[in-house]
C-alpha cells in the first residue's frame, strides 16, 4: 500500500494551495502550486511558438483574440526560434516537451517575467490555455468595459497536468427540443473551459428529425415539425452548412461532434416523413408526447436499409469523426412480431427472434460505416445480440452494464441513469451525487480498465426548452467535468464545492444561467402529541434566501413565517433564491394533519426500496403524494392483494378514513380492485361488552375510470354516513387497531400496453379524522 500512502500525502500537501487559491481551478489539475506574484499582460506582451505548425499557430491567434476582445490592446503572435526567451511573453513550447507527455497533457509556468506552456500537441497548449484562464480575474470573460483595460495579472504558478479520461463528454438531446446555434457555440465554449472534448450530438428522435439530408428533404420539411397539445407548430433543423460551422466550431476548441442518428426504434419523425420506412405503412403524426413508441423501422425491408446507407453517407460528409452513434435503444418487438417482412427477414437470415434481428440490423449498419473506416456506438440494449467487435458500447441503464461489454472485448462509455443524467431533478442527481461518480465499474480487473473510454453527462431535453438547460447543466457539469479529468484519489468533495462558490463569478461573466448544486430548499415536517405538524425549511447550499408559503383555498398565496405550524388540511410551500437571478421553482406539499400521525404501520409485504415514501411512517406522516410517482411521498408495491395493519395507541374515535392510491396507468400504476377495512374497537370503548368486533366495510371508490392516461391522485373514503352509526363523530367508539386488506392486480391487465408486465400499486396516505 506504498503506493497509496504517497499519494495522499502528496494530496494533502497540495490542497492548502487550493483552498487559498484566490482562483478555482476546474477541473483541478494533477500537480498545482500556486505561487506569490503576477504576470502583466499588456500592450507589449507578446504571443510566441517555437514550431510552425498550423494547429499551434491556432493556439497562439487564440490568445491573441482573447486577450483582444476584453482589453484596449491585442497582443499579436509570431514564431520564435531563438533560445534566449524574451521577457513579458507567452511562450507555446513544443520544442521542450518531453517523450512522456500525454497528447491532452501539458506544463503552465507562470512567473513575473513570461508565461510559458508546453505540450506535446496543440490540445495540450490548448488545454493550459483554459487553466490560464482560470488564472486571470473573472472579468476575463466579458468585454463589458474593455476600452478600459489596459492589463491583466495572470497569478503565478507551476501546474503539470493530463486527464485522467480520453472521452469526457456531453450529450445534447436537439431533437425534443431544438437548440439554436449560438446557444450550441456557447455551450461548446464553456465545455472547452471546463476541458471537455466530445459533443455527442442526438440529432433525431420520435419527436424530431434535425438535421438537413439532401437525398431525402422530407425528413427535415416534415420531420422536424410537430404539432404540441395546444395546436401550436414546434421544430427547426440545421441546414449542412450549419453543422459544417459547428464541427469546425468545436475542432478549433479540441472537442469531437460525434453524431447520433438513434435507430431503429426513436424514428417516428422519420417515419412520418417517410411511411415506408415503417412495417404498418401506416401514415403517422410527428408526435408531441414523450416515451417509447412501437413504430420503429422496418428491418425487414431493403428500402430500409438502403435509405439508412444513404443518411449515413451524408453524416459521415459532414463530420469526421471517428464514432457514429447508430442508438440502438428501447425498441419494442410489437410491430415486428406482426410483419410478414421481417419474419421473412428472420428466416432468411436464420435468426431466432426479434433481438437477433435487432442485432442483424445494427451490425448490418455498422458494416455502412466501417466500410468508410468509422466506428459505431450504440446504447447498452446492443449487448443483447451479436456485435461488431470495435463497437464502442454507451451504458445508460447501469454500470454493470460496463464490466458485461468490456469482459465481451468492447470499449465502453459510461454514462449511467444512477449519475449522468442531467434531465433527473436535483433531488435524484445533485452535483454531490454527479460528483461521486466512477466511470469504472469497481469489479472490473485493472488489467480491463483501459478499455472504459470514460464517460458522459447526458441531457436529456423532453422537459427542457433552450431556456432551462443552462440551470440543468450547470453547476452539475463542473462536477462531471472533474470526475473525467481529474485523478480519482485527488478528488475531494469539500474542496470542490469551495471552488465551485469561487467559480459562480466567472460563469456570471459567461453569461451563463446556473441553477442549484442541490435540491434548494426542502419543507421538514415535525411531529408531536398535539396533532399538528410544523414545517420548517431547510437548505444545503450556501448562499440562499429561503421563504415558507401558505397556499390558501381561495387561491391565494401568502409568505408564512418558520416554523410554519400546520392543523388540519392544506398546502405548504417553499422557495429558494439566490442574489436576486437565481429563484427555484415552488416547492408544494399536501399535507393533512390527523389522529392516525405517528401509529404504527405493518405490512403484510415490503415497500420497493425505489418507492419508499420515507419509510415505515409514510402512510401515517400527514404528508400527501403529487401526481409524480417519484414525488418521494408515495409508497410502491408489486405483487398485487396485500394487507396493511395501524395501530393506534392510546384509541381513537375515528369518523372518517380516507385512503390515497396513485393511477399513472402509462407507467404501470394502477387503483387496487377493492379494499376492505375491518376496524377493532379498543377495550372499554362504547361497543357493548364485545370489545372484538371488527366490521369489514367496503370502501368507496372514487376511480371510476381505471384506465386513465392522466396520472391523478385517487382517494378511496369511507365517512360516518355510510350508514354505520358506530363511527359517527361524537360516538365514543375508539378503535386502537385498522386492517386495510387490498386486492390489486399482480400483473398489467390485457388492455394495457404492457400487457402482463408487473402492475405497481402506489400508497401516499392513511388519513383518519
Ligand atoms: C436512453 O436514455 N434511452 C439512452
Ligand atoms: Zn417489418
Not at 25 to 44: K, M, N, S, T, Y
Request: hydrophobic share 40%.
Amino acid at each position: 500500500m506504498l503506493f497509496l500512502r504517497i499519494h495522499i500525502s502528496f494530496v494533502i500537501l497540495l490542497l492548502p494551495a487550493f483552498l487559498h487559491a484566490q482562483h478555482a481551478l476546474i477541473p483541478a489539475p494533477v500537480r498545482a502550486a500556486i505561487q506569490p506574484g503576477a504576470f502583466h499582460i499588456d500592450e507589449e506582451t507578446e504571443v510566441l511558438y517555437d514550431v510552425d505548425s498550423m494547429d499551434v499557430r491556432a493556439v497562439a491567434e487564440d490568445i491573441c483574440e482573447r486577450i483582444g476582445r476584453v482589453s484596449s490592446f491585442r497582443p499579436s503572435a509570431r514564431l520564435h526560434t531563438g533560445t534566449t526567451i524574451p521577457r513579458n511573453s507567452i511562450l507555446l513550447s513544443l520544442r521542450e516537451a518531453t517523450e512522456n507527455m500525454l497528447p491532452e497533457g501539458y506544463v503552465l509556468r507562470i512567473a513575473p517575467n513570461g508565461a510559458r506552456i508546453t505540450a506535446s500537441s496543440a490540445a495540450g497548449m490548448f488545454y493550459a490555455v483554459q487553466t490560464m484562464r482560470q488564472l486571470l480575474p473573472a472579468r476575463f470573460e466579458s468585454t463589458a468595459g474593455r476600452d478600459t483595460v489596459r492589463g491583466w495579472d495572470a497569478t503565478c504558478c507551476l501546474i503539470v497536468d493530463a486527464p485522467r479520461f480520453a472521452w469526457r463528454g456531453l450529450m445534447l438531446d436537439c431533437a425534443r427540443h431544438f437548440l439554436d446555434v449560438d446557444f450550441i457555440k456557447h455551450t461548446l465554449d464553456v465545455m472547452a473551459l471546463l476541458k471537455l472534448n466530445r459533443l455527442h450530438w442526438h440529432l433525431s428522435d420520435d419527436q424530431g428529425w434535425r438535421l438537413e439530408i439532401k437525398r431525402y428533404p422530407a425528413l427535415t420539411s416534415v420531420g422536424a415539425w410537430r404539432t404540441e397539445a395546444d395546436g401550436r407548430r414546434y421544430g427547426g433543423y440545421y441546414t449542412q452548412q450549419q453543422v459544417r460551422d459547428i464541427v469546425a466550431y468545436a475542432a478549433a476548441r479540441n472537442i469531437t461532434v460525434v453524431p447520433e442518428i438513434d435507430m431503429p426504434g426513436h424514428m417516428r419523425a422519420a417515419i412520418a416523413a417517410y411511411p415506408v420506412l415503417s412495417c404498418t405503412q401506416e401514415r403517422l403524426e410527428v408526435p408531441h408526447t414523450w416515451g417509447v413508441f412501437k413504430d420503429v423501422l422496418c428491418p425487414g425491408r431493403d428500402e430500409t436499409l438502403t435509405f439508412m446507407d444513404d443518411v449515413l453517407d451524408e453524416v459521415m460528409a459532414l463530420f469526421p469523426s471517428q464514432w457514429i452513434h447508430l442508438g440502438g435503444d428501447e425498441v419494442p418487438p410489437d410491430r415486428w412480431e406482426a410483419c410478414s417482412r421481417c419474419r421473412a427477414r428472420m428466416e432468411n437470415e436464420g435468426l431466432q427472434d426479434v433481438h437477433a434481428l435487432q442485432s442483424w440490423f445494427m451490425t448490418r449498419m455498422a458494416g455502412t460505416l466501417a466500410a468508410q473506416g468509422r466506428r459505431m456506438i450504440g446504447w447498452d440494449e446492443i449487448l443483447s445480440g451479436p456485435l461488431a467487435p470495435d463497437a464502442v458500447v454507451q451504458c445508460w441503464r447501469s454500470i454493470d452494464s460496463a464490466t458485461a461489454a468490456v469482459e465481451r472485448g468492447h470499449d465502453v462509455i459510461v454514462s449511467p441513469t444512477s449519475h449522468a443524467y442531467f434531465d433527473y431533478p436535483l433531488s435524484r442527481i445533485d452535483m454531490e451525487r454527479v460528483y461521486a461518480f466512477d466511470p469504472i465499474p469497481t469489479d472490473l480487473k485493472p488489467s480491463k480498465q483501459g478499455h472504459i473510454l470514460g464517460g458522459e453527462a447526458e441531457m436529456w431535453t423532453e422537459r427542457a426548452p433552450q431556456d432551462r438547460i443552462e440551470r440543468r447543466l450547470y453547476p452539475r457539469l463542473l462536477a462531471m467535468a472533474e470526475v473525467l479529468w481529474t485523478a480519482e484519489l485527488q478528488r475531494n468533495f469539500s474542496n470542490f464545492r469551495d471552488r465551485v462558490t469561487k467559480y459562480y463569478p466567472r460563469l456570471d461573466s459567461l453569461g451563463i444561467r446556473y441553477g442549484f448544486e442541490t435540491l434548494p430548499v426542502q419543507l421538514l415536517p415535525s411531529y408531536d402529541s398535539s396533532g399538528v405538524i410544523t414545517f420548517d425549511t431547510k437548505t444545503r447550499q450556501g448562499g440562499l434566501q429561503l421563504q415558507c408559503l401558505e397556499f390558501q383555498s381561495n387561491g391565494s398565496v401568502r409568505e408564512v413565517a418558520t416554523p410554519f405550524i400546520a392543523t388540519g388540511a392544506g398546502e405548504v410551500g417553499a422557495m429558494a433564491r439566490k442574489n436576486d437571478r437565481l429563484q427555484s421553482d415552488t416547492l408544494r406539499l399536501c399535507y393533512d394533519a390527523h389522529e392516525a400521525m405517528l401509529a404504527r404501520v405493518q405490512y403484510s409485504r415490503p415497500y420497493s426500496p425505489h418507492y419508499t415514501g420515507g419509510g415505515d411512517s409514510a402512510l401515517v406522516d400527514g404528508i400527501l403524494g403529487s401526481v409524480d410517482h417519484r414525488d418521494g411521498h408515495w409508497q410502491g408495491f408489486t405483487g398485487g392483494d396485500m394487507v396493511i395493519d395501524i395501530r393506534l395507541d392510546p384509541p381513537r374515535s375515528v369518523h372518517e378514513l380516507q385512503l390515497g392510491f396513485l393511477q399513472h396507468t402509462r407507467a404501470g400504476i394502477l387503483p387496487p380492485d377493492s379494499v376492505e377495512a375491518e376496524i377493532r374497537f379498543a377495550a372499554g370503548s362504547r361497543d357493548d361488552n364485545d370489545t372484538r368486533v371488527v366490521l369489514t366495510l367496503p370502501l368507496r371508490s372514487a376511480a371510476a375510470d381505471r384506465k386513465g392516461e392522466t396520472p391523478r391522485r385517487l382517494v378511496y373514503s369511507l365517512e360516518g354516513d355510510t350508514g354505520e352509526d358506530r363511527i359517527r363523530p361524537g360516538s365514543d367508539s375508539r378503535f386502537d387497531h385498522i386492517r386495510l386488506s387490498i386486492k390489486a392486480p399482480k400483473s398489467l391487465p390485457a388492455w394495457h400496453r404492457n400487457n402482463g408486465g408487473t402492475a405497481w400499486l402506489f400508497i401516499d396516505e392513511c388519513v383518519l379524522h
